[in-house]
């Protein structure tokens, strides 16, 4: 009978780890494959539900002052799970206050990180982000927007810190504010991006119209599935 030495069993140990991780890459991949106007329903649902938790927990809710600064809100649900690789993959939906002073419809995006470093475990994100310019949103309408990277991130103060509000976080493009659950151990680089997702949009709206008249025009009227975030954002920041 043949003995693997301890070397061997690290070595054959590390290959399973690697083959978990590029299962995971593959996972990633096949989650942004076309979804249905069903699951395209739920996407919004699910971040409608992510915001009224945030803000119904004072040690997550976003103070008004910070929503009063707000051009765009970005509302992201992600998962991650990796070994030596961490995929993060997952979606959200952006909404902008347009020159009326009206939330536009939700739009859905596609959002993901893949993060280098030794981890272990899997953590579920929730994020929220406040985006202060008209500048800003913009950039997802050509390309993939790279957080930290097209446009300066900052950790938001909760409605508990009103203290830590100051001149420098109030000029930052984009305010964040997230919670994790899970358990995800491990010092990892990361950038997290956006990028818009067309096919999910025409199957929710039955339109061919694009990201930016969704967002800015009045071609395309909420359904009644999407319209009560519209609406709660309306409520909280008007």
Request: glycine share 6%; net charge neutral; hydrophobic share 45%.
């Amino acid at each position: 009978m043949h003995t693997l030495s301890v070397n061997q069993l690290i070595r054959l140990a590390m290959k399973k780890l690697l083959l978990l991780s590029l299962l995971a890459l593959v996972s990633a991949a096949s989650a942004r494959a076309k979804t249905t106007r069903e699951e395209s329903v739920i996407r919004v649902e699910s971040c409608e539900a992510i915001l009224r938790e945030f803000q119904a927990n004072p040690a997550t809710a976003i103070p008004p002052s910070i929503l009063q600064r707000a051009h765009a809100l970005v509302i992201v649900n992600q998962f991650k799970a990796g070994f030596f690789l961490g995929v993060k993959d997952g979606y959200g939906v952006i909404l902008v206050k347009k020159a009326d002073g009206q939330w536009s419809i939700p739009v859905l995006v596609t959002a993901g990180e893949l993060s280098l470093g030794f981890q272990i475990g899997a953590n579920a994100t929730e994020t929220v982000m406040v985006l202060t310019d008209d500048a800003t949103p913009r950039i997802i309408f050509n390309r993939r927007f790279n957080l930290g990277v097209d446009a300066n991130a900052i950790a938001g103060p909760n409605a508990a810190e009103a203290e830590k509000f100051n001149r420098e976080l109030l000029a930052t493009p984009v305010i964040v504010y997230g919670k994790s659950r899970g358990l995800y151990a491990g010092a990892t680089v990361k950038t997290g991006w956006l990028e818009r997702n067309d096919d999910a949009n025409f199957e929710l709206y039955s339109t061919q119209y694009t990201m930016p008249e969704l967002l800015y025009s009045d071609w395309v009227k909420n359904t009644s599935e999407t319209a009560h975030l519209t609406e709660f954002v309306q409520q909280i920041a008007p």
